[in-house]
């Protein structure tokens, strides 16, 4: 079982920087994919970036492509998200997920994450 909380959540302004992390209590963590997702009031849950296990290979959604910085440290269990140039459509509850160590391809789809943390707000002011 793993078990994933979220940190590093606030409010900002627009143009500023915020960094996310992610830390782990199983022992499932350096085997994982991990990834972000968000949720806007209203919309539905949005990938934002993933990060494979070993070798470091990221994949980013189009909106935060150049702004954002998925990394993690097997060490301490803990994967980032390092968020920049943050934008008022930026605002949303920030999950992290790790996907089963069975699977090992990274992907944007949140039914393909097997573990999930509580989410932290980011909310970006204009």
């Known amino acids: 079982q793993e078990e994933l909380v979220e940190s590093g959540g606030g409010t900002v302004q627009s143009g500023d920087s915020l960094t996310l992390s992610c830390s782990a209590s199983?022992?499932?963590?350096?085997?994982?994919?991990m990834g972000w997702f968000r949720q806007a009031p209203g919309k539905e849950r949005e990938f934002v970036a993933a990060?494979?296990?070993?070798?470091?290979?990221?994949y980013y959604s189009v909106p935060v492509k150049g702004r954002f910085q998925i990394s993690r440290d097997d060490a301490k269990n803990t994967a980032f998200l390092q968020m920049n140039n943050l934008r008022p459509e930026d605002t949303a509850v920030y999950s992290c997920?790790?996907?089963?160590?069975?699977?090992?391809?990274?992907?944007?789809?949140?039914?393909?994450?097997?573990?999930w943390g509580q989410g932290t707000q980011v909310t970006v002011s204009s």
């Open positions: 990060i494979s296990r070993h070798d470091g290979r990221t």
């Open positions: 199983g022992s499932l963590f350096s085997r994982s994919a």
């Open positions: 997920a790790a996907r089963d160590p069975r699977y090992s391809r990274i992907t944007e789809r949140p039914d393909e994450y097997n573990y």
